[in-house]
């Protein structure tokens, strides 16, 4: 699946559930108004945004247009300079006085986290452990989980991703397509309630691209949350719910697929997909 697929992929259908034990339609993720600036640069200019639990969210823009910070600000690898973000009704790395943010502990923050899981550009699996072992090292250490009850979870995943047969394999003798699909597997046996992915196949050749979408597709169709970073305009008409354009810190345009691709309303989203669609 490529950008150009984009005009021929059918529009999909809102999901009626989530993977998770949250209802379809309950709010799991709220951005209110949301600062963010490094030095002079002020790279989030007020977002806010909301999605719903089941929602497909994908996430495009130039790069420098914040659609990434975001990303992290909403995980808390970002501190947010205003505004709030509540995860599952939480307030994200922080808790409020008096109407003042104070940062959580780290402790604090780690156990929020448990609600949301993260895939990144950059697989970051462990060298050292096998496939199974990178799955089921968090559920272990962090959740408390049993060896023996991990492992039956962790093969549970394995075969989810479409690699039964890898499960003792080092991540080194993987495809990079591969080990994000192990990095996918490894963010699933947290038992996220949302999961971000942030440019998941922009390190990816071609080749592979597609073997990593195609999870990502089934996991939109099991009900999971999800947002998502990328320029794999096939995916979004395939998979989401709704495409966002972010354009120089704001959110440009927030629409259904088809409205986004056929009727965009901003002349910031005629002149992207302009350029990335031809």
Request: charged share 25%.
């Amino acid at each position: 699946m490529d950008m150009n697929t984009a005009a021929q992929a059918p529009a999909r259908q809102p999901n009626s559930g989530n993977a998770g034990d949250s209802p379809a339609g309950e709010l799991m993720v709220e951005a209110r108004d949301i600062h963010k600036a490094f030095g002079d640069n002020q790279v989030l200019k007020g977002v806010s945004l909301e999605v719903r639990a089941g929602e497909v969210i994908l996430i495009a823009g130039r790069s420098g247009s914040g659609k990434s910070t975001l990303l992290r600000c909403i995980d808390h690898l970002e501190t947010i300079d205003s505004g709030r973000i509540f995860v599952n009704r939480h307030l994200v790395g922080y808790r409020e006085e008096n109407g003042i943010l104070v940062e959580l502990t780290d402790k604090q923050i780690a156990f929020q986290r448990r609600d949301i899981g993260v895939v990144f550009q950059q697989f970051n699996l462990f060298p050292h452990l096998t496939v199974i072992d990178n799955i089921t090292a968090a559920p272990v250490k962090v959740l408390g989980v049993d060896v023996e009850k991990a492992q039956v979870e962790a093969r549970e995943l394995i075969e989810r991703v479409g690699l039964p047969e890898k499960e003792n394999a080092y991540p080194r003798q993987l495809s990079g397509g591969q080990q994000q699909r192990v990095a996918i597997a490894r963010a699933l046996a947290m038992k996220p309630k949302v999961m971000l992915f942030d440019e998941p196949t922009s390190a990816l050749d071609p080749e592979m691209i597609s073997e990593v979408l195609n999870v990502m597709i089934d996991l939109s169709k099991q009900g999971m949350t999800m947002i998502v970073v990328s320029h794999e305009m096939g995916f979004a008409r395939a998979a989401a719910d709704r495409v966002i354009l972010m354009h120089d810190g704001g959110i440009e345009e927030d629409a259904p697929p088809t409205e986004f691709f056929d009727a965009p309303k901003s002349e910031a989203t005629k002149r992207f997909l302009a350029k990335i669609l031809h």
